[in-house]
């Protein structure tokens, strides 16, 4: 049985004063108290860099985990602007998004580029959410699982890569842990129109498959997350899919009582 992952991912959302307003509110929900009991999903916050470390004072004693929203693949150096891995870990980080669809499209983060990320982040043993998606034109055009197929059979292997990436080999015991797939088509991100649970558990089969054919049984460990409107009154139906383990949340995920309920609907 996989236990769902549900993720907040707040983009370039709340300022401090903001955040910390969420995070009372959000304590004082009744599922907060719930969430160290063993059916409860597990539950992650992605708030804008500058934030992470205040977030981590705050949530270290409790179950909630901490969640990068993007990362450097280079350990340190001239790279202005850019967070390392060990940066990232250093203020608590449990998970890093890598290759969310807003990375791809608005700052033309590439298959590649996102490969170095994966097997990078892997290598330092913090979890990783991997996101695929299709546009519209490519769902329309029949290309969806040509599209989140190449997404993600780039993202793990080792095929050109410079530096060793045992971290994406088999024979990883912690990917089952520590790696993550977010299924989030990019024509549900933002405009309200979820993908029908049907439509969304046929890619997430479809991305179960490629992980079974990479990794084996493991694979069956492995969740797949859904992201793109999910709303307190669609995640029900999207979490009764097989194959859907949890969701990747942005503009729900702002309000505390929003995501609360969220949260509710996801416990096992
Ligand atoms: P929305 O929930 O606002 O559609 O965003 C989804 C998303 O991109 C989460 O990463």
Known sequence: MRKPLIIANWKMNHLLDEALKFLQDFKRESVFSRLESKNAPEVA????F???????????????????????????????????LSMLIDVGCDY?????????????ETNALIQKKVAAALGKHIGVVLCVGESLEERESGKTFDI???????????????????????GNPELPTKLAIAYEPVWAIGTGKTALPEQAEEVHLFLRKLLLK???EVADQIRIQYG???KPDNIASLMAQPNIDGALVGGASLEASSFAHIIEKAFL
């Open 228 to 230: 793109g409107s999910v």
């Open 96 to 108: 890093v998004i890598i290759g969310h669809s807003e990375r791809r499209t608005l700052f033309g």
């Open 50 to 84: 500058v934030l992470l470390s205040e977030l981590h004072k705050k949530l270290q004693f409790n179950s909630v985990k901490l969640v990068a929203q993007n990362v450097h693949w280079e350990e340190r150096g001239a790279f202005t602007g850019e967070v390392s």
């Open 148 to 170: 989140v197929g190449e997404q993600l059979t780039t993202a793990l292997s080792c095929h050109s890569l410079e530096t060793s990436c045992h971290s994406l080999e088999k």
């Open 214 to 216: 990479q990794y084996g």
């Open 45 to 48: 916050i992605a708030p804008s």
